[in-house]
């Protein structure tokens, strides 16, 4: 029955790309004057660089008596058009923040000329002086977008010379723990993607593919939390999309940055384009080397027949990262309506670890019993080929256009590790005891294809449907051999128990189609998506096979009212799907610690989760205001759960044995103090809800938390720029314990030379060294207190150099998708 459905939507699709027409639509002045209303269209651009202005505000007033009549905000090519404009004689005020206001009168609206181009407006920025204190307008950081906040990282200081790791941590309603997980409201449950697209690193690890991105690439972070049907429904907690800049003007473009941090941190990057009339080339080099160092105490205390034993773990850790990546591309230019990217990626990554770990075992009277060392060096390396071909087509009808892709990412990492494990006791030392040694040899290939495509045809001015379809296919192989040195022989010998070969196939092909349409203020989006999962997973070391195939449908629904321009509420509702990843179900045993060691679980279920949000959004004078009320329901919630056995081992491994619920308010405020003192600041308060659904194991937790973030900038004197960040994350449950809490500060600062084209910057991150990471974790028979801090106090300084050719005129912008658009919510 599923497949009949499958192939009833597929069929669906083909009948409309079947009846869409090749050419576009007649002019309404030819289809007959139907009903008498025209629109007002333009675009606004910065006076000075030229480049376009993407959210001013447009408002049309009635001349007679200045009543507001419609209004709208420019996109990312700084156009706009004002629909259903009765015909009469109208005042167009155009305006953005930090900019000066222009008024434009008389415009007229008839029957004769239903259709008014305003053509090119240029807005020019403000500039303050008090005495010697000089303040100029600047982009603002947080953008709220209707269905999506839009995280402008060039003005995030704090943030210089490090990574998209480091940008995360600034992000409304994201926290970043010590491994590198992401997580958003409390859930880690997160799609990372890359200029809308799945990463060249996916499904090595989320940590891996951010940190591979260097800050000084990125343009804005869009945060996506309830996303329409278009989007992969992978991610309970929604999407991070991280866009890259990209520059358009004509002739030679670039930027370079070359930063160094205490510790032995040192990074540099280099971004150039070349611009011709049909052809832009493009191309970017990020080298990174950073040193680091971290410590980490657990304590244990278990219980089994009444007997109570302790187990005290501390150990200390060495890292040393290298990253290289290099981007090249061209966009070519057909025409003025048809675009071809080719681009290619290559990425090396590099890890080295060394370290120790002391384990101390106790009795009940808390007398030593055992007493070892493990010392361990471990090399990983990744590289990464990444391969992409899109093209895009738009019309002479707004919103209308094709867009297709072939991505194919190919990926391999090698992992080898040895490990010495002696005994610190007097009696053992004296006694010669051989010390236990073992290697381990990994080597695991990703690979990936996706084809997809998408069309958007406008029915009305205020109507369109969108369809299309997306096929992801995956690979990925996973081999792990352990061998132990036998000192007798001096031989290394394969230990045949611990042998993993794991293979991993998976097929996603997806369908969807959404309808958006308008009624006067009211807007309304409706979507579906269908997809069909084919998976199989082949443990060929124990002869094994799992399969899981499964059919789901993805409905969305996004509403929105808007009172006045700047005021609006909107209501959403979307579902989602967290599928299991790959570490989640290889049945591999994790041994790097003898005593705490995991495996996957290769029955694993996806879980689904049902959100809705409800938002609003209000500009008083000077000061924004964005409120969120969200409602999360999770079935299946794919668990971690943690037994102590009876010889003492505590055995970590996922299983779908829970249900949740999540539900909260959000509150993002920007409000300038003085014209030379802006704030930012974002607050969370939820509470998180975990049910056992089936087990006997006692895993429910019910909890409130909040996060709170203060941004504050400072621009005393022209150029020179100060920003002070501080971040507390209140504790958060897991399903078998809680995170303690987390805070930290940053302050970083900017000094501008040769009219901006050269920046001196200087950060410190985490200034009073507050960031640690600690957690409780509970099970039957055991307690667990754990404790993990890195460097993360550390002071960069850099130098950037930006090459920009805007005395010529920016031509054939490149543009985004069109979900920035006012119809896609």
Do not use: C
Request: charged content about 20%; overall charge negative; proline content about 3%.
């Amino acid at each position: 029955m599923k497949k009949v459905i499958f192939n009833f939507i597929v069929l669906i699709v083909l009948i409309v790309f079947q009846n869409i027409p090749a050419q576009s639509p007649p002019n309404r002045s030819e289809a007959g004057n139907v009903s008498i209303k025209g629109n007002i269209s333009g675009k606004i651009l910065d006076t000075q660089t030229k480049q376009p202005i993407e959210y001013g505000n447009i408002v049309l007033l009635n001349f007679r008596d200045s009543s507001l009549v419609n209004g709208t905000v420019s996109n990312n090519a700084g156009s706009f058009m004002l629909d259903n404009i009765s015909p009469g004689r109208y005042i167009v005020k155009v305006s953005y923040i930090g900019y000066s206001p222009k008024i434009l009168d008389s415009i007229f609206v008839s029957s004769q000329n239903l259709v008014v181009n305003l053509g090119t407006i240029e807005l020019a920025g403000t500039y303050l002086d008090i005495g010697e204190v000089v303040v100029s307008s600047e982009k603002e950081m947080i953008i709220n977008n209707l269905d999506k906040k839009v995280i402008n990282v060039e003005k995030d200081l704090t943030s210089v010379g490090g990574t998209a790791l480091d940008v995360m941590q600034n992000i409304p309603s994201v926290t970043v723990d010590a491994d590198g997980t992401v997580s958003v409201r409390g859930n880690s449950n997160v799609t990372i993607l890359v200029d809308g697209k799945p990463s060249g690193l996916t499904s090595i690890s989320s940590s891996d593919v951010l940190t591979a991105i260097p800050s000084s690439s990125i343009e804005s972070i869009e945060l996506i939390t309830n996303p329409s049907a278009r989007y992969d429904p992978e991610g309970t907690a929604g999407i991070l999309n991280v866009v890259l800049k990209r520059k358009s003007n004509l002739g030679l473009n670039g930027m370079f940055s070359l930063n160094a941090g205490t510790g032995n941190k040192y990074n540099s990057s280099l971004n150039m384009n070349y611009k011709l009339d049909d052809l832009n080339l493009f191309t970017s080099y990020d080298g990174r080397f950073n040193n680091f160092k971290s410590l980490s105490l657990s304590s244990r205390t278990s219980s089994f027949d009444n007997l109570t034993s302790y187990l005290n773990q501390n150990s200390d850790m060495t890292n040393q990262m290298n990253i290289h990546n290099l981007n090249l591309g061209a966009d070519y230019y057909l025409n003025d309506q048809n675009l071809v990217t080719l681009s290619f990626q290559y990425r090396q990554f590099s890890m080295d670890n060394e370290g120790n770990m002391y384990t101390q075992n106790f009795d009940s009277d808390y007398s030593l019993q055992n007493y070892f060392s493990r010392q361990s060096d471990a090399l990983r390396k990744v590289k990464s080929y990444s391969y992409n071909l899109s093209y895009r087509k738009t019309y002479d009808e707004k919103n209308h256009e094709l867009t297709a892709d072939i991505l194919y990412r190919d990926n391999a990492m090698n992992r080898d590790e040895n490990s010495l494990q002696q005994s610190m006791l007097s009696d053992d030392i004296q006694n010669s005891t051989d010390p236990f040694s073992q290697r381990s040899i990994g080597r695991n290939t990703n690979k990936m294809l996706i084809v997809q495509s998408n069309y958007i045809h406008p029915l009305s001015d205020v109507s369109r449907v969108e369809t299309g379809f997306r096929s992801t296919i995956k690979n990925l192989i996973m081999n792990s051999d352990y061998e132990n040195y036998d000192y007798p022989t001096s031989s290394w010998a394969l230990n045949p128990l611990l042998v993993n070969h794991f293979n991993f196939d998976e097929q996603i092909h997806a369908v969807y189609g959404i309808y958006t349409g308008s009624v006067e203020s009211f807007k309304y989006q409706a979507g579906i998506r269908a997809e069909q999962v084919l998976t199989n997973a082949r443990l060929e070391s124990a002869d094994e096979s799992f399969d899981n195939d499964y059919f789901s449908v993805y409905p969305s629904v996004h509403l929105g009212y808007d009172f006045a321009p700047g005021e609006e509420l909107l209501l959403s509702y979307s579902r989602r799907v967290d599928r299991p990843r790959h570490r989640e179900i290889n049945p591999f045993v994790d041994y790097s610690d003898t005593l705490n060691i995991s495996r996957g679980n290769p029955a694993l279920k996806p879980q689904f989760i049902n959100s809705y949000e409800l938002g609003y959004t209000n500009t008083f004078d000077k000061t924004t205001i964005v409120s969120s009320l969200f409602y999360k329901q999770t079935s299946g919630m794919i668990t971690s759960i943690s037994r102590l056995e009876e010889n003492g081992v505590t055995q970590t491994t996922f299983e779908n044995i829970a249900d949740g619920i999540s539900y909260g308010v959000e509150l993002i405020a920007a409000q300038p103090l003085f014209p030379w003192w802006r704030l930012n600041a974002n607050f969370s308060y939820f509470r998180t809800i975990i049910e056992d659904a089936s087990s006997g194991i006692n895993i429910s937790n019910d909890s409130y938390s909040w996060l709170a973030r203060l941004n504050s900038n400072f621009n005393i004197v022209k150029d020179f720029s100060i920003q002070l960040v501080a971040n507390y994350n209140a504790p958060t449950i897991t399903v078998q314990g809680k995170l303690k809490e987390l805070y930290n500060a940053d302050i970083a600062m900017k000094k501008d030379f040769l009219d901006g084209k050269l920046s001196l910057n200087l950060r410190i991150s985490d200034i009073f060294n507050t960031m640690k990471y600690s957690s409780e974790t509970y099970g039957t028979g055991f307690f667990i207190d754990s404790e993990r801090k890195r460097d993360t106090r550390t002071a960069y300084i850099g130098i950037t150099y930006r090459l920009d050719n805007n005395g010529q005129q920016k031509e054939k912008t490149r543009n985004r998708d069109s979900e920035d658009d006012m119809m896609d919510f």
